[in-house]
């Protein structure tokens, strides 16, 4: 059975097929059934992913099944696809001060945003000397209206600093008015900004939201209204000074570029192909 949103007339079902049709063409070997899965999780591996890279961080019960992890268009995967090579390697010596450069890289870390209150997923964390990076992956979930929601305590048990912070102010506005975000899921990222705020109190962090877009995005309206819609809750949520964690947002492509201009080393510079080559497509 085909999944109807591989074939309706809509952005994201045309995102769905352009993800299927790039793994089909760069894996031509494998078979890709009409919801764009995969039989073996190896076959929506990048060249130079390995299982081991990340799999222990996938063995407890997530928010969603594994099965997710076989989709190619799966943001999980994305991210496992984007960060993973990285794992083998945060032991490796620099050679400038230009490398990228990180201590332990995990996958699908919890942040409750109070002691053992509801779990904010993040789909990497990154920690290094300065400081901790938190990464929601997001492929192509946003192509669609997203309405805030919030545990109903939320309100209530923060107490501390937080309440004074940015991402909180954004938690009330919203909450007085849902519509404020049509694409941008900004209760998901506010409660994850809250929950690493928790957990790392004392230490420099980010919560860095990275987001795919086709080669053609400016063909389509959804692409530009979704990326106002971020830059415009990255300033309210920044406008508030002392805000933790800092908010940072850009492309999978810009994310790219910035690698490639710092110089990268030769495998880097392969995995970035590989990468640009299964997830740079054109709708």
């Keep these: 059975m085909t999944d109807q949103s591989f074939t309706e007339n809509t952005t994201r079902g045309k995102v769905r097929l352009a993800m299927r049709n790039s793994l089909e063409r760069v894996r031509p070997g494998i078979a890709v059934d009409g919801n764009g899965s995969v039989a073996s999780l190896s076959d929506n591996l990048l060249p ?4 081991q890279d990340f ?7 997530r928010e969603a099944p594994l099965e997710d992890l076989h989709v190619a ?3 999980r995967m994305l991210a496992i696809n984007c960060f993973a090579p990285f794992t083998r390697r945060v032991s490796e010596p620099r050679s400038s ?3 990228i450069s990180f201590d332990e890289i995990r996958f699908e870390r919890d942040y409750p945003i109070w002691a053992r209150g509801e779990p904010s997923i993040l789909n990497v964390v990154l920690s290094g000397p300065g400081g901790v990076i938190g990464v929601e992956s997001n492929l192509a979930e946003y192509l669609t209206y997203n309405w805030p929601e919030f545990p109903d305590a939320c309100e209530e048990r923060i107490r501390d600093v937080r309440r004074n912070g940015g991402y909180f102010k954004e938690m ?3 909450k007085s008015n849902p519509d404020l975000y049509y694409y941008l899921d900004a209760a998901r990222l506010i409660k994850q900004a809250l929950g690493m705020a928790r957990a790392y109190f004392h230490q420099r962090s980010t919560l860095l ?3 795919w877009e086709p080669t053609n995005a400016e063909a389509y309206p959804e692409f530009a209204r979704h990326r106002g819609e971020v830059v415009e809750f990255a300033e309210r949520v920044s406008s508030v000074e002392g805000t933790k964690p800092g908010f940072l947002h850009m492309s999978y492509p810009e994310l790219f570029d910035f690698w490639e201009k710092n ?3 030769g495998w880097l510079v392969e995995h970035l192909r590989n990468f640009r080559d299964r997830y740079e497509v054109e709708m």
């Design 48 to 51: 130079g992913v390995e299982e």
């Design 73 to 75: 268009h799966s943001s």
């Design 97 to 99: 001060e230009r490398d």
């Design 172 to 174: 009330l506005r919203l």
């Design 55 to 61: 799999f222990d961080d996938f063995r407890k019960d």
């Design 209 to 211: 939201y990275l987001y």
């Design 263 to 265: 110089q990268p080393a």
